[in-house]
């Protein structure tokens, strides 16, 4: 499988912050590249560069066989963008927005028209399609932004942080047309920091932090790297918590970890079933009220608290 968007030793800086350190990447035609990491990790950085909106320090990019430096204006032609933030035309409705954003494509009246129709229903902008941008709800013109990035039916999207903002309907949308456009053939890049999202659509993920890749894989190799599964149990009263933790020191497989304000203690354990029934005896015996009790594999959210110190929450 060839690869649609490849970048080797990505260096930017700004004074003394190295925004990217070495970034190495390779999204396969047809597939969505996840790119994963903290605030201030890189990734808008790297969107920027593979836009050709910013020029590298150092290394090098192709995107849809195209040069990001020594060929801008061929990459610019392959693919569609959708920033961080709406950038829509307040004054145009959004009918006048995607039909002006396909003149400029080069394409002809009647196409432009009927794009600009076609992803105005798709993003469930039609009651609003006569109105201008300036009175769209903040949603309504992410969507819009969303919509203008797929005029040009463009072989590579990149989507920085394409659901912030949206609503769970808006969310739900927009990972449709993104399942969509990877049917239809196109490649994705995707920052985002909704771990869901990622695991939800992402054929492969790169967890950036400080500007360096730590980290790689499907969804499934990630978790599988975390380790094994994790036992969590809530308590009746903040009193049992450490004795509760004491226990799931004993039955787990690692130093457990507490979360006073919801009564809870976590550890990663090594034999399933059996370790739960253990520490329920246990707990039984020591008279503790266990409330709610669960035993689950690692979650993107556990992979991104393993790799970066922190959960994706805390950003």
Known sequence: ?????????????????????????????????????????????????????????????????????????????????????????????????????????????????????????????????????????????????????????????????PTTGLDPRGRLDTWAVIGELVADGATVLLTTQYLEEADQLADTILVIDHGRVIASGTADQ?????????????VGEPAELPLTARVLADVGAGEPSVDEQHRRVRVLVDAGTKSLIEALRRLDGEGVAVLDVSLHRPTLDDVFLSLTGHAAEEE
């Open 1 to 161: 499988m060839t690869a649609a968007v490849r970048a080797e030793g990505l260096v930017k800086t700004y004074g003394s912050t190295r925004a990217l350190d070495g970034v190495d990447l390779e999204i396969p035609t047809g597939t969505v590249l996840g790119l994963l990491g903290p605030n201030g990790a890189g990734k808008t950085t790297a969107v920027r560069i593979l836009t050709t909106l910013l020029r590298p320090d150092a290394g090098r990019a192709w995107v849809a066989g195209h040069d990001v430096l020594a060929d801008p204006d061929a990459v610019r032609r392959a693919i569609g963008l959708s920033g961080q933030y709406a950038a829509v035309d307040e004054q145009l409705t959004g009918f006048e927005n995607l039909y002006l954003v396909g003149r400029l494509y080069g394409k002809n009246k009647t196409d432009a028209r009927a794009r600009a129709t076609e992803l105005i229903n798709r993003f469930r902008l039609d009651d609003a399609a006569g109105r201008p941008a300036k009175t769209y709800s903040g949603g309504m013109r992410r969507r819009l932004d969303l919509a203008g990035a797929l005029v040009a039916e463009p072989a590579v999207v990149l989507l920085d942080e």
């Open 222 to 234: 990630l978790k599988t790297e975390v380790g094994g599964e994790r036992l969590e149990i809530v």
